[in-house]
Every structure is written in C-alpha cells, then in structure tokens.
C-alpha cells in the first residue's frame, strides 16, 4: 500500500515584485514607488543593475522563513503540498529554492483571474510525480461571468505500482465585504464555486467510482463547515472532512481572523470513500506560526462573533512575534494510504 503525506497551505501573500514598489500587490493603501535610498535600504537594485536581486518575495526574509519552517513543522516536508495566495510559477520556484532548500521537483501554477493575483499550485517530491494537470478557471456561469477566480486545480499524481491519486485544489471566495451588499454577493460566490466543485467530483467520479477511486478536495474555503455556502461541497457530497477526526472542537481551527480575534476551520482536506476507509490517522494542523498578538482568542461562532474561549499562549517558532507570523492561516498535513 502506497503512503504519502499531504498538506494543504494558504501560505498568505506569497508574491513577487520589484523591489522599487513600496507596498503589496493589490494593496488598498500606500501606493507608491521607494525612493532610491529606500530601495537600497531594502536591500534592492534597480532592475537595470542587477535584475536577479532587483524583486523579492514579499515582504520580509524573517517572515518567509517562518512559512518554511511551518511547513517542515513536523520535522520533514510533506511529500505533496497544495498552496493558496501564491503569485505566480516563479514566485514558488523562489520560495521552494530559499526556503524549503529546493525539496521539490515537480511544481505546477496556473495563472487565474483573481485582482491580487493569487493562485493556487501544487508541489510535488518525485517520485510522487505530476501526471496531468486540468483547469477550470475559464468555465463560466449563466451569466457569463468566471465561476473562479483562484482556480479548481485537479492534478493526477503517479504515487508507483501502477497507483494514483487526484487532488482538487481550491481556494474559494473570502468573506471580506465593505457593505451587507457585497458581503451577500461574495457568500452567493462562495456556494457557486462549492455546487461546481461538487459537480466536477460527481463528473470525474460517476457510479461505483466515486467509492472506489482515491481522491482529495483540499484548499482554503474560506468559510467553517457547518456554512450553508459550503453546505453542496462539504456536507451533501459525501466526502470525509478529516479535521473532524479531532475529537476537540477547540482544536480544529485551521485560521486566526485578528480583526475581531475569532478563530475556526477554513482549510480542508475532504477524502474520497476509498481514501477515507483505508487513511486511519489523524490530521495534524500546525500552528507554531501564528502570530503572538493575542492570548486568548475565540471560536468563531458564525461571521466573526465570538463563541468558546481558545487558549492563544501555546508555544511558537522561535521568530514569530506580534507582527511577524508565517502566516493567518495554519498548514494541515494528513497521511494518505493507498
């Protein structure tokens, strides 16, 4: 029986820019250009100079390699990782060389259409090998507009012995929302992209299939599991959230929303029937990485507010602080048997 390790990741704001812009891609506020001393200040060059050192991977060396170090939490990197809020190939070319000491082999991005350019992508150490890779980012509902914006990325993986398994990588709409009105619209997104991620399970894996072939949904949802907006994905479709094997509610939260200091399940790996009768252990969610601006925190009860008191004084990697964090969101690792 084959057996590997997966996690999924939202590793937050993995982009790659020049170094001569002073704020995030995307980034609602200071818009503005470094001026010479603060490029160098940064550690930059004018592209002109010495392109291979003129962009970087935002924002600062101490953080990324609190996101590595999250990774190889449990003392070595999972054999396949699924990552969310990740600019672009070179940017996790990048950050597979300098901070995970180039461990993997096989890594795959594909460009969507989200505004801050964030895109899902999948890393794979060989042999555990990328067979082939499908898109949906250009399907398109009734109204022609994109269904996803960040991707349902499927990749077939050749894990030997003739075996495989496919993984669907997501990364579905955020709840963030100025007004009740675009609150609504993203939470109506947000169920559209959950109904198609089902359907394209329900087409892949017809009849008997369904039971029989291995295969993960996994990503960040951006929503908990009793949502009626991830209702068609995570409840109706059959499908095992395996963070549910944690018997303690007040242990299953995968993601530290720091506005209003609430925390809950938004990342998932959802098995397959087959995967889930023949995988008997249990899910381990690393949160070594969060930052240390709180210490005590709250389940999210529904929209932010506030239910259970969680206790926020567990211990962090050596670097986290009030402001530098490997991420808001924790890796999920689970061992698969095949």
Known sequence: MASLTLCTFNVENLFLRYKIFGYLPGGRFKRRILTNRELVEEGGFLPSQKWKNSFKIFDKDAWRLLTGKAIKGQGSLPDILC???VENMQALRRFNDDFL????????VIDGHD???IDVGILTKSPFKIRDIVSHMDEKDDKGEYIFSRDCLESTLDVGNGKHVR???NHLKSKYAETPEEKKKADLRRLKQAERVAQIIKERFPGSAFNDEPFAVVGDFNDTPDSPYLKPLVKDLGLENVIMRIHNERERWTHWWD????VGQLDYILLSPSLSRNSTGQ???ERRGISKRREVSYLDAGDGRKGEEVDFTFNRFPGVTKKIEASDHCPVLFKLQL
Do not use: C, H, K, W
């Open 167 to 169: 993984i669907f990588i």
């Open 83 to 85: 990552v969310q809020e």
């Open 283 to 285: 899910p381990y969610i």
């Open 259 to 262: 506005t209003p200091n609430v």
């Open 115 to 117: 505004p801050r350019l």
């Open 101 to 108: 000491d180039g461990y993997y082999d096989n890594i795959m």
